[in-house]
């Protein structure tokens, strides 16, 4: 079994949090913070089994793996 390292990126909206992992594209969202994070990490399992089932995990395998991950933020003046 391997352990898998994924980003979690939240922020707030009007009616609650919305969660996304980052390497995987998969989102989800909850009435807190904690809420949105749980959702999001259940959502993930259920990518990840789907991934084994069609034998896709060499496929996303190395963004989950990789220790080094840098996260910013920056801002566009439009």
Not at 39 to 67: P, R
């Amino acid at each position: 079994m391997k352990t898998f390292e994924y980003t979690a990126v939240v922020w707030k909206e009007k009616k609650g949090f919305v969660s996304k992992c980052t390497e995987l594209s998969v989102a989800s969202c909850g009435d807190t913070l904690e809420e949105a994070v749980g959702n999001l990490k259940e959502a993930v399992e259920l990518y990840i089994e789907n991934a084994k089932e069609l034998n896709l995990m060499e496929d996303i395998e190395e963004s989950l793996t990789v220790k080094e991950k840098f996260t910013g933020s920056f801002a566009l003046v439009i």
